[in-house]
């Protein structure tokens, strides 16, 4: 861990305010003492306290946002980098350092591009690299719900999940710490339990008798096709699982190294998201 840097002047912006990182960020920061300036392309929410507005693809919206904040959190929405230039570009002339929100495992291909991007821009970076969200178990929610089965592909795979409350904290420290400018933190959970032990997992916490069914990969792709996956996306997903079966993927010891305390378990988020699968 570094010497925290925050002063009553500290100000981030955060892209992705909405998604499951972002908004357990945003709290994180505000009980830190740092003020947030949250993107937003609502005009009618830019008039509200702590939002400003402004688009990624809009480089001078974007440049206006970022005037006079110290660092930026940055997850890129969109699944092709296009524009991701000039948005780099517009964020080098105004701030100190950027932390970017970048999935692990080559899933992510955009959010790679937007990481040679900050390389070859010279803005101090830190990118944040966690396998998969324990929020991503929410997919199952309807079929527990509704009693009995989850059905899917790669039952013995062994994901890593990590609680998106872990990457925000980290997140926190590599935003108003020194120290961090350059790192590339992979980030887990302190174990990697195969999808049917998850689903027992998500069971037990909700009081439910639930059990996995596993179903063959070409069925899983035809329902992710149907849900509106691209088929590329599709297939490295199915990829990626199917390679998890004979190599569980690892566990690192980020969390702790930078906030000073354990990773958080898949059990205890599923304790704490209970009610969402009764």
């Known amino acids: 861990?570094?010497?925290?840097?925050?002063?009553?002047?500290?100000?981030?912006?955060?892209?992705?305010?909405?998604?499951?990182?972002?908004?357990?960020?945003?709290?994180?920061?505000?009980?830190?003492?740092?003020?947030?300036?949250?993107?937003?392309?609502?005009?009618?929410?830019?008039?509200?306290?702590?939002y400003v507005?402004?688009?990624?693809?809009?480089?001078?919206?974007?440049?206006?946002?970022?005037?006079?904040?110290?660092?930026?959190?940055?997850?890129?929405?969109?699944?092709?980098?296009?524009?991701?230039?000039?948005?780099?570009?517009?964020?080098?002339?105004?701030?100190?350092?950027?932390?970017?929100?970048?999935?692990?495992?080559?899933?992510?291909?955009?959010?790679?591009?937007?990481?040679?991007?900050?390389?070859?821009?010279?803005?101090?970076?830190?990118?944040?690299?966690?396998h998969g969200?324990?929020?991503?178990?929410?997919?199952?929610?309807?079929?527990?719900?509704?009693?009995?089965?989850?059905?899917?592909?790669?039952?013995?795979?062994?994901?890593?999940?990590?609680?998106e409350r872990d990457i925000a904290a980290v997140a926190v420290r590599a935003l108003t710490e020194d120290g961090h400018d350059g790192a590339r933190y992979v980030l887990t959970g302190p174990e990697s339990p195969t999808q049917a032990e998850q689903v027992r997992i998500i069971g037990e916490a909700a009081g439910r008798e639930v059990r996995w069914e596993e179903v063959p990969r070409e069925a899983a792709r035809h329902r992710m096709l149907s849900t509106g996956w691209p088929p590329a996306l599709a297939d490295g997903a199915l990829d990626f699982i199917h390679a998890r079966i004979a190599a569980p993927e690892p566990v690192t010891t980020t969390v702790q190294d930078v906030t000073g305390r354990p990773a958080r378990p898949f059990r205890a988020w599923a304790a704490d998201h209970a009610a969402l699968f009764r």
């Open 1 to 50: 861990m570094t010497e925290n840097t925050t002063d009553d002047a500290s100000t981030v912006l955060l892209v992705g305010a909405s998604g499951a990182v972002g908004r357990h960020l945003g709290l994180q920061l505000a009980a830190a003492g740092v003020r947030v300036r949250t993107l937003t392309r609502r005009a009618d929410r830019a008039r509200q306290q702590g």
């Open 133 to 163: 969200l324990a929020g991503d178990a929410l997919r199952w929610a309807e079929e527990i719900r509704a009693g009995g089965a989850v059905r899917g592909y790669g039952g013995t795979a062994g994901l890593n999940l990590v609680d």
């Open 53 to 130: 507005h402004g688009d990624l693809r809009d480089p001078r919206s974007l440049r206006a946002a970022a005037h006079g904040v110290d660092a930026v959190f940055l997850r890129w929405p969109s699944s092709t980098a296009e524009g991701a230039a000039a948005a780099v570009a517009a964020l080098a002339g105004e701030v100190r350092r950027v932390v970017l929100l970048s999935p692990a495992g080559g899933r992510a291909a955009p959010s790679e591009e937007v990481e040679a991007l900050l390389g070859r821009s010279g803005l101090p970076h830190t990118v944040l690299r966690p």
